[in-house]
């Protein structure tokens, strides 16, 4: 302490000020950035749970348009089963249609057996020609049996054509639905995509925002302490210019009253009378 100045200490105090200023200053501005991070956290995280709230909205989406796909599919599926089995049992109705008698021998067979059979019981026939007419009539009717069954077959091919037909419209009615279904699937999918990785942007920058967070927190805490050190070292350059001005006060008091001793001392030793204060002066009893 001893060796310094007061105009060095004061130019100490001046820089130390300067000092807390430019603290203050810089503190200041990270609180200031701070804040700002924070706030730019808050609408990101805003903006994560708005985007989370989509994905959660397009999933639940994409889960009923696949749902709703895997119905049709079954539904197609069991439409082509059924188109199988039709095409199987029109195939085997063709064959037999092929094997079997002519619809249009339907007519002549009938007439040919009423015809065979008016014979006998109109004429008078011989035993054997009687029973060769009655194996005619038996054989024509197997015939006409035969006949009616394939015709019996032809509508029901008919109608089994019809059914297919109707199935095949089914069938390609299905399998639009079920296009349009994949196209909606594949754009949710891709507006899925497309958010989360909006959703992953946002982390990266919210891991940015929250470093930031960390840096100005971390730079506040040491101009804090910084600052804490220039106002203890502020405190103690006040401290040292108060002391050196009381000392320096006290020295002029001292400088003073050994003068004024030094007078009275000279009165007395010349016979001089003594004032009470000069008393004072001379036996130190004098108040600084």
């Given amino acids: 302490m001893s060796g310094v100045s007061e105009e060095e200490i004061l130019k100490k105090i001046d820089e130390i000020q300067q000092l807390i200023k430019e603290l203050k200053e810089a503190k200041n501005a990270a609180v200031e950035s701070l804040r700002e991070a924070k706030s730019e ?7 994560i749970r708005v985007l989370r709230e989509r994905l959660n909205i397009l999933r639940e989406e994409l889960s009923k348009l696949k749902e709703q ?5 079954e539904e197609r599926r069991e439409v082509i089963k059924k188109i199988r089995e039709i095409k199987k049992e029109m195939s085997n109705k063709k064959v037999w249609l092929k094997s079997g008698t002519a619809n249009s021998q339907i007519g002549r067979l009938r007439a040919r057996i009423d015809a065979l059979e008016w014979r006998i019981i109109t004429e008078s026939l011989p035993l054997e020609e009687e029973n060769r007419i009655i194996r005619e009539i038996a054989r024509l009717e197997e015939k006409l049996e035969k006949a009616l069954e394939a015709r019996k077959a032809l509508e029901e091919y008919k109608e089994l054509k019809a059914e297919l037909k109707s199935r095949l419209v089914e069938l390609d009615i299905l399998s639009k639905k079920i296009g349009d279904l994949s196209e909606k699937i594949d754009t949710v999918r891709r507006q899925i995509g497309a958010v989360k990785d909006e959703i992953e942007g946002l982390r990266q920058k ?4 929250r470093e930031r967070i960390r840096e100005n927190a971390l730079k506040i805490a040491e101009l804090n302490a910084q600052l804490d050190e220039a106002y203890s070292k502020y405190r103690e350059a006040r401290a040292m210019l108060r002391e050196l001005r009381e000392r320096s006060k006290r020295a002029v008091t001292e400088d003073y009253i050994k003068r004024k001793r030094e007078e009275v001392e000279r009165k007395l030793k010349a016979g001089e009378r003594l004032t009470l204060q000069e008393l004072k002066i001379l036996y130190g009893d004098l108040e600084e």
Wanted: aromatic letters at 0%; proline letters at 0%.
């Fill in 41 to 47: 956290k808050g609408e990101v995280l805003e903006k």
């Fill in 69 to 73: 796909r895997k119905v049709l599919i």
């Fill in 206 to 209: 919210l891991d940015n925002i």
